[in-house]
């Protein structure tokens, strides 16, 4: 139900004495809001005093938010900062401030203009109706008129309006009489919302009171259920567009979950509920308490501090909170750096569960599972405190704070063993108990919960195939914090890298749930190894006999063991030095476990799990898995098939959890092809020696017959590929599939012709360079393929593989992997994998572009150097990233020079912040120190990157001398520090 209150007559904020104009009064009013948010830290008694006064405006819509005292949505039992949690600035009063400053300036150029116009009512509409402007937010107004539109209000617009558009404000107006507004509120629901929180400023109130007599009377009993409907849907695309801001590291504060629509929306529908007033008024007559009121108004007020802050430091409209500004924001708003954790994390851990209260209110306003328990309504007559009934999850005592740790963690367990799909959430007043038995100290005999009960409540939850959504709530309530003080140490933590999506708490959580959700979902290979019933099968096969793999039981112990290293893997980031996690974690969960009392075989695989739960993704990522040396350490760490199966598991979860950046077509292709090597070697015992000879004996046979049968299409003659596969080395024939062999033939056939075609035409020093056959193609889905392998064919000369690289990156690729072959005949195979090109409908152009520009390159007729020079300054101004952000995350860069890595090369690892054409610095580096590369994969991990290549000196073997292991070291260290 809409209200209509009588204005009264007040003078304009700011107003003291001589009267002064409108403009003067906006301008001079605008300044000393601006002034307030540039201001950090001050207390809340330092806004004009407008802001506590009566209001003098027709009130239908609820009044500002306004921090004041206490830290409802801070404080928890995992709060590590709770000490250093700022004071509330009262900066959320800058949006009735800034509201009533606009309703002055109405005024007063309202009675400025004077000239009859008492036939039109000023209403305002939107977040401007509910006294809720930001600084970048839209001034939603609207000229009311009655049956018709008199002339005088088209009259009055442009003076009314245009200074305002001169001054920067962005403005949405219309003129509409009453009857169109009823009608427009009848069919488009997003007009009726606009005029719920509608609100007189000025001008002829009868018109006003008519309006919203009639959408009471004729709109809102009529579109009540469908309004409810659309809000659901606009809820549903919300998360679809915008995602769940409670866990997001960049959250949009309007439009994604638990964000400030969550809070309209309670507005709306207590309106269409004939539940009017105030946000106090509107949750009391559904149930809820004054402290549920208050929980809202501070939460939403610290939304509105944060958006404040962040329109001013954009200087223009912007809900998303991009990393970049978090610092700056977090300082304002008085946060500091608290035990292990930085000032930008404690205060990205606040906003987060602000955010959660906002949606878990909304949606227990909704009326979803979840929802209140009216005080008047008696609890069923059952066995026990615990309630499970219509999806949600009860507890009924007399008294809340008789609710224990011990009788919410039985209650959760109780709700992920119910029957069904869904597990049961924790209504709104159970919540709230919990929340508040968790606030204080676990110790006492009501309150205690043993390691043992903590652990077997653990165990039930995890194996009950719906840990995601308890765990979830869990966490919401402060329970899963409470019980895992080493959780707690890491939930907030941060990695500002551009390549994890989550703070650590809500990653661990959907590393969870991608494992869970192996059991319903067809994601091949990863569900047939969660499903079959057997960790230990070998890949590939049909089936598993009895005898081949294990029992039911000990496939529901594999699981289980998953789930615990899934919950337990990124303990160790709790602490000042996150670089060695995974050490750290497997200790933490020794230790745990020792605690919850699990068997010795369990704890061995969770140990082993959070201590190698990197060693597959790092491996795939930065080694050569054509080395057999390489898969040779990898499968002697994993041990057997079965832990190799359960880590090949965890990876994919983990990797799919930290985002999309992390898992793509490249990750998983190198995830697979090292899984499956290391499973032949595990499974055969080796895989060199004569395996090796008879592989590549068979690579041999299988490219000639190839060439037989497909002699009518190939240029080349059967003798001309036997020289070609007499000139390739042994690691080409194991890595290459007999097909691309032979497409490779044809390339290195359209070489040759090429070479001795440039040597009728220049001397023979000078012939073979810059004479490059180039092919591009996709790996994967065709021209929409998001990844691609260039292959270059040349003959061998100085710089080819950094020239190569050069061009690419000067064309916009970004390099994943590269392979360099020399045949003895002097032909260089460089096989890259990039992302695709700019627009792969013209990909034939494109490549062609990219091989003029090697050939170019390579005979002096384009600087590199100098044209990748211009590219990085202009990606520098494109992307600058603050100075405050970068000091929280920049590490050294770091050169690793191994020969144990190999039988046969040196690895050199390079560990640095990444840059366009990184890779072309370091190989050039390398090329002038007389090594040749013969791999490289590069790993970008977000705004960082991990360079490994395998190279060796011009006479074929490692680097062994310690002043050229140093030499190259310094060398590398010089270029990528510049």
Known sequence: MMQAHAPSATSPAGVSGTPRDAATVLKEGRAALLAR??????????????????????????????????????????????????????ASRFERAYSRLLDDYFRLRFAELRGGHDRV???????????????????????????????????????????????????????????DCVKLAAKDHKVLASLLDARLITGNEALFRELVDRLNDKVLPRRGASFLSWNDEEHERRRSAHGDGAVLLEPNLKEGLGGLRDYHRILWIGRI?????????????????????????????????????????????????????????AARLGFRECGNLLAVECFL?????????????????????????????????????????????????????????????????????????????????????????????????????????????????LASGKAFPVLGHMDETGLLPAILPAYAAA????????????????????????????????????????????LGMCEGSATASPSACAQAEDAA?????????????????????????????????????????????????????????????????????????????CAGTVGSLRRLNMLYLLTHADSMATGHKAWNRWTASLLYELHGKVANMLRDGQLAGTQTAQAIVRTRDMVRALVRERQSSLHYTPETAGLFLDAMPSRYLLAMPPEDIVRHMSLVYQLNRDVAESRRRLPENRAERGVVVLEGRPLHGGRDSELWEVLVAARDQAGLFATIAGVLSLHGLNVFGADAYVWSDGTVLDVFHVTAPPDPLYARDFWGKVRGAIHFALTGKLSLDYRLEQARASNALKHKVPSVLLDAVRRPPEVRIDNELSDFHTVVEVFTPDRPALLYDVARVLQALQLDIL????????????????????YGQKITDEQQMDEVRAALLHVVSQ
């Not at 809720?132 to 309006?161: V, W, Y």
């Not at 991990?941 to 490994?948: A, C, F, I, M, V």
């Open 37 to 90: 948010l540039d201001a950090p830290s001050a207390p809340p008694d330092s806004l004009p005093a407008v802001t506590d006064a009566p209001s003098a405006v027709t009130d239908v819509a609820v009044g500002a938010v306004s921090v004041s005292g206490g830290d409802a949505c801070g404080p928890r039992p995992d709060a590590l900062c709770r000490a250093t949690a700022p004071a509330p600035t009262g």
């Open 557 to 633: 112990r594999d699981r289980l063991c998953l789930l615990l290293a899934a919950l337990l893997h990124d303990l160790g980031k709790g602490g000042a030095d996150a670089s060695h996690h995974s050490e750290v974690g497997a200790e933490m969960a020794m230790q745990l476990l020792a605690e919850w009392g699990a068997p010795p075989e369990i704890v061995d695989d969770v140990v082993f799990l959070v201590l190698h739960h990197l060693l597959l993704i790092r491996t795939a990522q930065r080694r050569d898995l054509n080395d057999e040396s390489v898969v040779a350490q």
């Open 349 to 461: 851990g606040r906003l987060h569960r602000c955010m959660s209260h906002i949606k878990a209110l909304s949606a227990a306003f909704r009326g979803i599972p979840g929802g209140p328990v009216h005080p008047d309504q008696p609890c069923p007559e059952v066995e026990g405190p615990v309630v499970m009934a219509n999806g949600t999850l009860h507890i009924c005592l007399p008294d809340p704070e008789a609710v224990t740790p011990a009788l919410a963690l039985s209650a959760f367990v109780r709700a992920a063993e119910w029957p069904g799909s869904e597990a049961p959430a924790p209504d709104w007043n159970t919540r709230k108990a919990m929340e508040q038995v968790l606030l204080q100290s676990l110790s006492g005999e009501a309150g205690a919960l043993s390691g043992a009960d903590v652990g077997a409540a653990l165990m039930r939850i």
């Open 121 to 179: 009512a000023l209403v305002a509409v939107g977040g401007y109706g509910r006294e809720e402007l930001c600084l970048g937010s839209d001034i939603d107004i609207l000229i009311l008129c009655g049956r018709s539109i008199p002339p005088q209000a088209i009259d009055l617009a442009q003076p009314l309006f245009l200074p305002l558009w001169d001054a920067g404000y962005t403005l949405g107006h219309g003129f509409r009489t009453i009857g």
């Open 491 to 534: 939930r907030d933590r941060v990695q500002f890298d551009g390549f994890h999506t989550y703070p650590v708490g809500m990653h661990t959580l959907f590393v969870i749930r991608q494992l869970e959700a192996l059991a319903t979902d067809d994601v091949d290979p990863f569900s047939a190894l969660w499903r079959g019933g057997c």
């Open 273 to 329: 509920r004939n539940e009017a007033g105030t946000v106090e008024e509107i949750l009391a007559q559904a149930g809820f308490s004054a402290s549920d009121a208050a929980l809202l108004r501070e939460s939403v007020g610290f939304l509105h501090d944060v958006r404040n802050l962040l329109h001013h430091l954009s200087h223009r409209k912007n809900d998303q909170l991009f990393l970049d500004l978090q610092p700056e924001i």
């Open 935 to 954: 791999f490289a994969k590069i790993a970008t991990l977000g705004n960082r990157t991990s360079d490994s290549f395998s190279v060796r000196t011009v």
